[in-house]
């Protein structure tokens, strides 16, 4: 393995075979996804799983794609943090703020009882949920850096980016659908596609395919949830530490907060200040869209296929129960406001 007492010229130069890998997958896997219309995440995990012989001990791009897998994925999760502001909260109004909310907490909860009936623990439960229930992969690969690691940590995180990826591509054709069969108007259309589909982008584009004001209302809500990954971390990272189940290097206690969210949340409270332009904004999103591709791409290339297929039925259950949940969840609260 590779030591972190190179000096950084050398350093860089050891890491930069197995970045620039995990870079080309990303850029291939977004251009299938603009050319032939499947999810770019899904596309970069499949392509990584293809070439998980580049992340065997001994090859030059082995040290690379491991830094990439763990260190990229934080700078993307920090620089969400530049899409939100409280001004999203008073444009939506309280209840449905509530609504979006407890439907985040409720899904967790929810995956961390039924877990027990399928046969997985509660790390795979606060993976599933709070990927289901905040953001998708973005959210999985941010808990995932927070729980404590197993010989299983990137199996169960690849099997959920790639499980909730494909759930939210499904929703994003079947959803639009059900909010015009429930006769959903163009804000009560935007708050259930955008409070029950997993990744932002399949929210965009499922809001979008219905109307302008829909896929608008759809993007508001979505980054609310968006919203709640600090809070989600901050909490599973206090009780994960007072259960004793933090990992501990050397002995010692690891942040409270990681600072990749601690970057999230001060990005979020410049732009509720309004101090980030418009344009670095939508800058700092993009860059943010990359590094993520970019770093799920690594934890593919890094994980093998074989080990993929044992994670078992009990698992595919679980995430599916948790999609139902929190789709049924938003239904009954937007009946219940009228």
């Known amino acids: 393995m590779f030591t972190a007492a190179l000096p950084a010229p050398d350093r860089l130069k050891e890491l930069f075979p197995g970045f620039i890998v995990s870079a080309l997958v990303a850029a291939t896997a977004q251009f299938l996804s603009e050319h032939y219309g499947a999810p770019a995440m899904l596309m970069a995990l499949l392509l990584g799983l ?15 794609i491991a830094v990439t897998a763990r260190t990229v994925l934080r700078l993307g999760v920090a620089l969400l943090g530049a899409r939100i502001s409280v001004d999203m909260l008073a444009q939506l109004g309280p209840e449905l703020v509530a609504l979006v909310v407890t439907g985040v907490i409720a899904t967790i909860l929810f995956a961390l009882v039924v877990a027990r009936f399928v046969g997985r623990k509660w790390r795979f439960a606060l993976l599933t949920g709070g990927s289901v229930a905040i953001c998708g992969a973005s959210a999985a690969m941010a808990i995932a850096a927070i729980l404590p690691k197993h010989d299983k940590s990137e199996r169960d995180l690849v099997f959920t980016v790639l499980s909730v990826t494909v759930m939210s591509t499904i929703a994003m054709v079947v959803y639009p659908m059900l909010s015009g069969y429930f006769g959903f108007d163009a804000r009560a259309g935007g708050v259930f596609l955008g409070g029950t589909i997993h990744d932002v982008a399949q929210v965009v584009g499922a809001g979008f395919s219905i109307s302008e004001e829909t896929g608008e209302t759809a993007t508001l809500v979505k980054l ?11 909490g599973a990272s206090i009780i994960i530490r007072v259960a004793g189940a933090a990992d ?3 002995g010692k206690q690891p942040p409270l907060l990681p600072s ?8 979020a409270a410049l732009n ?31 994980t093998s296929l074989a ?5 078992g039925g009990g698992a595919i259950a679980l995430i599916v129960a948790e999609t139902v949940f929190i789709g049924g969840y938003v239904l009954a609260g937007l009946h219940f406001l009228g």
């Open 307 to 311: 080990k993929m297929l044992e994670v």
């Open 260 to 267: 990749f969210v601690v970057g999230f949340l001060i990005l």
């Open 224 to 234: 609310i949830r968006v919203a709640m990954l600090a809070p989600v971390v901050l």
């Open 50 to 64: 293809a070439l998980n012989f580049l992340a065997e001990e001994g090859t030059r791009t082995a040290p690379g």
């Open 248 to 250: 501990r290097n050397g």
């Open 272 to 302: 509720s200040f309004g101090l980030i332009p418009a344009t670095v904004a939508e800058v700092a999103g993009t860059v943010s869209r990359w590094a993520l591709l970019i770093s799920i791409a690594a934890v593919g290339i890094k």
